[in-house]
């Protein structure tokens, strides 16, 4: 979906620009006086004017909306790749559990869990921003407002799978992992019409009967990170604590009572200054897994 949509606005862009040609073509073809040329060249230049001024305002606008939150622009990802990286590939019926993506680019992949901060800053901030990240959710967390998730999935965010009630996966049978997980997936299908791809398990926490419990509820990957969002620093699990090209950050929907009284765009801030600080780009891991 987020590709149709990337898509059709290029496909939009490139319909105005050929519009536009079109135009000043069919005025100088039909034009027999020399008084129409002027006007046609005229409106080429309009045309043109038109095109790079455009781009300068999605520029400008980007930075203006980086300098509103404090940030400096981070680098801008590469198009997502025709064919996705490799990934393990399931062994024993269950599902591969990945922490990162195989690349060599300088992308990184931001994801937020659970769901209990609901907010509205945070739905300004990432639309203005246009920053891609993966939300895993917990029915338990959000169902006191399904509502507050929708814009963010229509700027194109994935929503993916986190459990019904956020349980320690390996402390439950086999029987009562599936009835979590696939639960969960009946739910958000449910709430947002999508049915999601990608299981984080609660506290990173799984076992053998996890992976086969995501593989028979229809998921396709377990996904864990490198990197954990704190308030203001970030866990990493390498000890060279830097990020690294596909890794994947950890970060939750919690707001003040949870952060020390920082919000959640504060923290969002901080996160994207750590990236940004390391010349990472962020992109879509859905576009990636
Ligand atoms: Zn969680």
């Given at each position: 979906?987020?590709?149709?949509?990337r898509g059709a606005a290029l496909a939009c862009?490139?319909?105005?620009?050929?519009?536009?040609?079109?135009?000043?073509?069919?005025?100088?073809?039909?034009?027999?006086?020399?008084?129409?040329?002027?006007?046609?060249?005229?409106?080429?230049?309009?045309?043109?004017?038109?095109?790079?001024?455009?781009?300068?305002?999605?520029?400008?606008?980007?930075?203006?909306?980086?300098?509103?939150?404090?940030?400096?622009?981070?680098?801008?990802?590469?198009?997502?790749?025709?064919?996705?990286?490799?990934?393990?590939?399931?062994?024993?019926?269950?599902?591969?559990?990945?922490?990162?993506?195989?690349?060599?680019?300088?992308?990184?992949?931001?994801?937020?869990?659970?769901?209990?901060?609901?907010?509205?800053?945070?739905?300004?901030?990432?639309?203005?921003?246009?920053?891609?990240?993966?939300?895993?959710?917990?029915?338990?967390?959000?169902?006191?407002?399904?509502?507050?998730?929708?814009?963010?999935?229509?700027?194109?965010?994935?929503?993916?799978?986190?459990?019904?009630?956020?349980?320690?996966?390996?402390?439950?049978?086999?029987?009562?992992?599936?009835?979590?997980?696939?639960?969960?997936?009946?739910?958000?299908?449910?709430?947002?019409?999508?049915?999601?791809?990608?299981?984080?398990?609660?506290?990173?926490?799984?076992?053998?009967?996890?992976?086969?419990?995501?593989?028979?509820?229809?998921?396709?990957?377990?996904?864990?990170?490198?990197?954990?969002?704190?308030?203001?620093?970030?866990?990493?699990?390498?000890?060279?604590?830097?990020?690294?090209?596909?890794?994947?950050?950890?970060?939750?929907?919690?707001?003040?009572?949870?952060?020390?009284?920082?919000?959640?765009?504060?923290?969002?801030?901080?996160?994207?200054?750590?990236?940004?600080?390391?010349?990472?780009?962020?992109?879509?891991?859905?576009?990636?897994?």
């Open positions: 979906m987020d590709r149709r949509i862009l490139l319909l105005t620009a050929g519009l536009a040609t079109g135009c000043t073509t069919e005025s100088r073809a039909d034009s027999s006086s020399s008084s129409a040329a002027p006007d046609a060249s005229a409106s080429s230049e309009r045309a043109g004017r038109g095109e790079a001024g455009a781009r300068a305002d999605t520029k400008s606008s980007t930075a203006a909306a980086y300098r509103k939150w404090g940030l400096k622009p981070l680098a801008a990802p590469p198009a997502p790749p025709a064919t996705k990286p490799s990934r393990p590939t399931a062994e024993g019926g269950g599902v591969p559990v990945i922490s990162e993506i195989p690349t060599q680019q300088e992308i990184v992949f931001l994801t937020f869990d659970d769901g209990a901060e609901k907010d509205p800053k945070f739905v300004t901030m990432m639309r203005e921003l246009k920053i891609p990240f993966t939300m895993f959710l917990t029915d338990a967390a959000i169902r006191a407002d399904y509502g507050y998730f929708k814009p963010l999935q229509h700027l194109g965010d994935g929503v993916q799978n986190h459990t019904l009630t956020h349980p320690n996966l390996r402390t439950l049978g086999a029987s009562a992992q599936k009835r979590e997980i696939c639960g969960q997936q009946t739910k958000l299908k449910a709430e947002y019409g999508t049915t999601p791809r990608l299981l984080r398990p609660p506290y990173g926490n799984w076992n053998e009967d996890t992976r086969a419990a995501a593989a028979s509820c229809g998921l396709e990957a377990i996904v864990l990170w490198r990197e954990s969002m704190q308030i203001t620093n970030m866990q990493y699990q390498r000890g060279d604590k830097k990020l690294h090209p596909g890794d994947i950050i950890l970060a939750h929907f919690r707001g003040p009572s949870e952060l020390k009284g920082t919000t959640m765009t504060e923290m969002t801030a901080n996160l994207l200054r750590h990236i940004q600080e390391q010349g990472f780009a962020v992109a879509r891991l859905e576009d990636y897994l």
